[in-house]
Structures are given as C-alpha cells and as structure tokens.
C-alpha cells in the first residue's frame, strides 16, 4: 500500500480487491491456509497464499500507508459462494474432460483444498482509497 501511495498521483485512487476474514480467529484461519499450502506442496507448488485480514483492519492500514480510506465493500455474497458452487459443479461435471487435458494433480489439489477453503470464514473485499491532493513529504 505505501508503494501505490508512493507513486500515484495527487488526487488518483487506489481500488483493489482482497479475501477477507469474515470472522474465524486469525489462528484457525492461518491454520487452514496452511493446510492448503500443504496441500500445494504435496503436488511441488510453492505457498501463494496470506492469511486474510478483516475488512476493517484496512482502514488503519490505508491510513499508515498515507492514502484516505474510501470505499470498503464485503461483496463476498456476489462472489465467493458462487466461485465454490462453480467449482464443485464443473469439477462434478467435467472432471474427466479436466484430467485429460490438465493431467489429475490440478484437479486432486482442488478436490483437497476445496472442503478446506469452504470451512474458512473467507469472503471478498472491494477496497477503494484516495491518495492525498497534497502527499506529505
């Protein structure tokens, strides 16, 4: 955040959008983050993922990198129930279609990971910050 803070313009705006904590404790949740990364690593994948942040915690955060906290949007209803449906169902409907052309491991670390992901109490934010018409030197 502070380096978009640092090289935007006056005045532009920073949008961007992040999974959220809805809700578990940050330990449950870092527990099964870490249950997926094991997963990843059982197929040779490095770790790529953090642990979410609740959607609150970013305004103090836009605020330390030196932006002005606008919008913060939870729009995990528009989105992540229906990703994981979508995924269930074309797994369900064309997991032989995806072994062939992707081989089994992609499909085996979903089937894995999604019972894991689905327990989180994972959501989707939308975030939208101005940086100052005046950036402190």
Do not use: C
């Not at 502070?2 to 809700?23: C, E, F, K, Y």
């Not at 995990?76 to 491991?105: C, M, P």
């Amino acid at each position: 955040l502070r380096q978009a803070a640092r090289v935007l313009t006056p005045g532009s705006r920073l949008v961007l959008t992040d999974l959220l904590n809805r809700g578990a404790e940050r330990a449950a949740m870092a527990q099964a983050m870490e249950k997926t990364e094991e997963n990843a690593a059982l197929f040779g994948l490095p770790p790529t993922s953090h642990v979410p942040i609740r959607l609150a915690d970013y305004e103090p955060l836009l605020e330390q990198a030196g932006l002005i906290p606008g919008e913060l949007l939870d729009i995990s209803e528009h989105t992540v129930a229906a990703t994981y449906a979508a995924i269930r169902r074309r797994l369900t409907d064309n997991r032989q279609q995806f072994v062939e052309k992707r081989g089994s491991w992609p499909v085996e670390l979903y089937e894995l990971n999604l019972p894991v992901v689905e327990s989180m109490d994972m959501g989707y934010g939308l975030i939208v910050a101005t940086v100052p018409e005046q950036k402190e030197a």
